[in-house]
Every structure is written in C-alpha cells, then in structure tokens.
C-alpha cells in the first residue's frame, strides 16, 4: 500500500478469485487491507512478470493452547523451547506464526498456476527472517479437513502435525489444526 496506494490495492485485490475456497476469496476482497491498516495481519502477495496477483498468503501471530496428550512425545520436546506447560490440565500454552490465508488466484486463465511447494517455501523464509528478528519458531494454520490439503501440509517437505480439531458452527466445517517447528 506504501509504494502504489491504498485503492490501487483494493482495485488489484477486488477481482481475486478461488473459486475452491470462497473463504480466501472474501478474506482478500474485503479485509486484507483493512487487517493491514490494522496491523492484525499482512498479506503478501506473490506476482507474476505481469504484476498480476497469482497468490496470496496472510501471516499474523496468535496465543495458542495445545493439549499435550494431542502431540507425540517428540514433538512436547521441541514445543517446550517455545512453550509454557500448564502440568495440571497437561496444556502447553505459546505464541505461534499464523498462516490465516493461503491460497492461488483463479481470476486471470492465462497465468500459470503458482506451485502450493513454491508459495510455503516463500512463507517459511519471511518467517525465518522473523524468527531472527523477534523469535518464535512455532508456525500453526488451520485447514478444511480435505484429503488433498492434509497430503499437502503434513508432505516430508512442510512438514506440519495435526494436533487438534475446531468445528466452525457458523460455516459447519470441521477444521483441521496443525503446527510446525521452524
């Protein structure tokens, strides 16, 4: 928004589509920049030679609970660096990189599809920089409970774990609650 303008943007992001998750689509639409201006989250957008938006990610950072019993015994050890454990109710509670939004750009048919591998590696490098910066080193999302989408997240290379569910009532989707380590 600093170097071409607030409405630039709006105009760039009013004809964002994903058709497969209009969840994205209205988040980019209508609240990216004003979840910008508020500083509850950014919104990077990944451009083509064209400066057409063929992908976009949102990053924020939030206050995570998260059941031991939930994570394998390997993964408590890692936690714990960046965690405080509650040992009565076994919760760890931390202070995690979100991953609010990810998604591809349908609206231009002549764009080449930008790779789901390509758009996580350009995340987890901001996060990185990050990370040195401030610290952390938790990065959690939340995921429609679709087969394609868990293969993805928790694939050898992102290597994300699913501890925990949440049941959007207002949307009715069971969502799927994953975390990694940086």
């Known amino acids: 928004m600093e170097l071409i303008g607030e409405e630039s943007v709006v105009d ?23 979840f910008a201006k508020r500083k509850m989250s ?32 390997t993964l408590q050890k890692k936690i714990q660096r960046y965690a405080q454990k509650n040992e009565k109710t076994d919760e760890y509670a931390l202070s995690a990189f979100l991953i609010g939004q990810f998604g591809k750009n349908y ?18 490098t901001i996060l990185k920089h990050v990370q040195r910066e401030i610290g952390g080193g938790v990065v959690y999302l939340e995921c429609e409970e679709k087969p394609e989408l868990l293969n993805f997240y928790q694939n050898e290379k992102n290597r994300f774990r699913k501890f925990g569910e949440r049941l959007s009532e207002k949307e009715n989707v069971n969502y799927i609650q994953m975390l990694r380590i940086l």
């Open 12 to 34: 760039v992001l009013s004809g964002f589509s994903c058709p497969k998750n209009k969840e994205i689509e209205n988040f980019v639409r209508n609240n990216a920049v004003e």
């Open 107 to 124: 609206q231009h048919k002549d764009a080449p599809v930008p790779d789901g591998g390509k758009m996580m590696e350009a995340v987890l």
């Open 42 to 73: 950014i919104t990077y957008l990944l451009l083509d030679e064209y400066s057409r938006v063929l992908a976009i990610f949102a990053i924020t950072h939030k206050a995570v609970q998260i059941l031991g019993t939930n994570l394998s015994s």
